[in-house]
């Protein structure tokens, strides 16, 4: 068609109207556009049954478009869903309704489904009404890892400061304690020996928390997840695990993940560890190690242009006590702990070389099920070099894993 045939394409001659073209778009297009969108559409019937799906409710259901078309909605969603309500009200209304974090639920699917949800009649349907669910699981897991990293970030500078502050003072009172002890009665030999004792706990202590101020990235290597999670389940059953069945549930084609393989070996047998003593001395104690390929997650992290996706998960659940639910919101910050004996130091770790990772790590904890999840991003062949370039970018003392504070001692 030339220029001349075309009234549009003439010199001075305006566009077609903008609903006029967008009516176009959404005749040709619109399956397409629907397919595109990440958030979670469906199209329900009066009588509840979802009559058309995109993409994603595909994925958040985990059922293929041919059966899902077809199902009563409620089947779908945990018993009482305050969505199936929020359909009714729609349809008493006559008006959409927008709802926030709310909790879905699924049968048989633990864990929460929060969701924000955009509800609406569908016109010239006779009471169909139109669901968009957008999930706020990823928003939240974000928000987690910001708030494990200003944690991780603030036992840092405690941990350079008690280094100098606290073992210096200490080895001086243990030494006074021990030069006490030959000059005193069996009595008081008892008083010198418990603050030698105590003095010893205490820089334990710090000790554990130096590895807090070690600021430097780790050192990245292609990793077989599978290899790191059998050495620690050989370790747990030679010692603190010996009474506990373990299960495997592995995706054998997984690919490597971008990781130091010592400090993967340290993040899991923590977990392990967690896990085991939730179990204590339970006869029917069970810890499951799986693994499995979950893309859709991406965090943009300290060092990358671009957000990075983590699309490998590994979990490690356990039929344990479960967490209390007073600590739950802040299991993974430091000094957070249940037993009298601990330092609450274990699970801040994990978070720590998870962060430093680039990774996620979260716990969803039920009666007899408590699950530690880990999302990580896999291996490329450019880690290598971008972890050189972080390494480079920080002065001599980061590089040797000092802290400014050091510096200035």
Do not use: W
Request: with cysteine; proline share 6%; net charge neutral.
């Amino acid at each position: 068609m030339t220029a001349e045939s075309n009234p549009h394409k003439r010199r001075g001659a305006l566009p077609p109207p903008l609903g006029a073209r967008l009516r176009v778009i959404s005749e040709d297009n619109r399956s397409c556009i629907l397919e595109a969108l990440p958030s979670i559409i469906l199209a329900i019937r009066r009588d509840g049954v979802i009559a058309d799906a995109n993409a994603a409710a595909e994925a958040f259901f985990e059922i293929g478009k041919p059966i899902l078309i077809g199902q009563e909605l409620a089947r779908l969603l945990a018993f009482g869903s305050p969505l199936v309500a929020l359909i009714e009200q729609v349809r008493e209304r006559g008006a959409a309704i927008n709802e926030y974090r709310i909790d879905l639920g699924r049968p048989g699917v633990d864990g929460d489904r929060r969701v924000d949800v955009h509800c609406a009649p569908l016109p010239d349907s006779d009471g169909g009404v139109l669901v968009v669910l957008q999930e706020r699981t990823i928003a939240d897991k974000i928000d987690r890892q910001l708030t494990h990293r200003g944690a991780a970030r603030s036992v840092s500078g405690l941990a350079s400061m008690l280094a100098h502050e606290i073992k210096n003072p200490l080895s001086g009172i243990r030494g006074a304690a021990q030069l006490l002890e030959s000059s005193v009665g069996d009595e008081d030999r008892a008083l010198t020996r418990l603050i030698c004792d105590e003095t010893d706990r205490i820089v334990r202590l710090v000790d554990r928390m130096e590895v807090f101020s070690d600021q430097r990235p780790p050192e990245r290597d292609k990793v077989n997840i599978h290899i790191v999670l059998d050495h620690v389940k050989r370790v747990a059953r030679s010692g603190f695990a010996r009474h506990i069945r373990f299960i495997e549930n592995y995706d054998p084609s997984l690919p490597p993940v971008a990781a130091n393989r010592d400090q993967l070996i340290q993040v899991f047998l923590n977990l392990v560890k967690n896990a085991a003593e939730a179990i204590g001395d339970a006869v029917d104690g069970e810890i499951e190690l799986s693994t499995a390929f979950r893309p859709g997650v991406s965090l943009r992290t300290m060092g990358e242009g671009r957000p990075v996706g983590l699309p490998l998960e590994f979990c490690v659940r356990d039929n344990g006590r479960g967490v209390p639910e007073d600590i739950a919101a802040h299991l993974f910050d430091p000094f957070v702990t249940t037993k009298s004996s601990g330092s609450g130091l274990g699970l801040a770790l994990v978070a720590k070389i998870v962060n430093d990772h680039g990774g996620i790590v979260e716990c969803e904890s039920h009666p007899r099920r408590t699950t530690f999840r880990i999302l990580m991003p896999m291996y490329r062949k450019d880690d290598h070099r971008k972890d050189d370039e972080r390494r480079t970018r920080k002065g001599p003392a980061e590089k040797e894993g000092r802290s400014p504070q050091d510096r200035r001692s």
